[in-house]
T-cell receptor
């Protein structure tokens, strides 16, 4: 019973391509997030959605766009991929955006741009 | 600016006790989280502190001092499976988590 799942787990692609990463949670949570973890292991919030409404939108390039068809899914679409986009992308969810809520992370998608 | 500092790497012996420190500077404060991340895996939640003091949960305890912008994670009776990175994250006034780079803990027999 996977709580937060992501596909694909690995993604290797060339510069300039467009790709999507899918995320689904079966926890009934209201809030979902996308994080980028770079080679130095820093986790940086990219987006979060609460009940399909964008509530945090960090200063990421507009080549990145989150899409949430329903509250169980938050997909990440990336246009015109660049070398610097290579990283591990984690999807996460929490019951709601309240401060004390723990976040449940998906297994991550390792993106390599060549 | 907002910043989280924690040691890059620590080594400890199986069965011993280790303390991982974290200092933070954020715009507002809504609590301090600790997560564990094994190599190649996702982070998993360990603890949340918002009030000063020590919270104990089994072999793991977490401490917070809001006035000092300081927290630590205490791991007792270390086991080999505790070898992992430990991530400190502070929640700012916008309910956004600011993450440290993690402390890689190496356990030796």
């Amino acid at each position: 019973d996977t709580a937060v799942s992501q596909t694909p787990k690995y993604l290797v692609t060339q510069m300039g391509n467009d790709k999507s990463i899918k995320c689904e949670q079966n926890l009934g949570h209201d809030t979902m997030y996308w994080y980028k973890q770079d080679s130095k292991k820093f986790l940086k919030i990219m987006f979060s959605y609460n009940n399909k409404e964008l509530i945090i939108n960090e200063t990421v390039p507009n080549r990145f766009s989150p899409k949430s068809p329903d509250k169980a899914h938050l997909n990440l679409h990336i246009n015109s991929l660049e070398l610097g986009d290579s990283a591990v992308y984690f999807c996460a969810s929490s019951q709601d955006p309240a401060p004390s809520r723990e976040q449940y992370f998906g297994p991550g998608t390792r993106l390599t741009v060549t | 600016g907002q910043n989280i500092d924690q040691p890059t790497e620590m080594t400890a012996t199986e069965g011993a006790i280790v303390q991982i420190n974290c200092t933070y500077q954020t715009s507002g404060f809504n609590g301090l989280f600790w997560y564990q991340q094994h190599a190649g895996e996702a982070p998993t939640f360990l603890s949340y502190n918002v009030l000063d003091g020590l919270e104990e949960k089994g072999r793991f305890s977490s401490f917070l001092s809001r006035s000092k912008g300081y927290s630590y994670l205490l791991l007792k009776e270390l086991q080999m499976k505790d070898s992992a990175s430990y991530l400190c994250a502070a929640m700012d006034s916008n309910y956004q988590l600011i993450w440290g780079a993690g402390t890689k803990l190496i356990i030796k027999p």
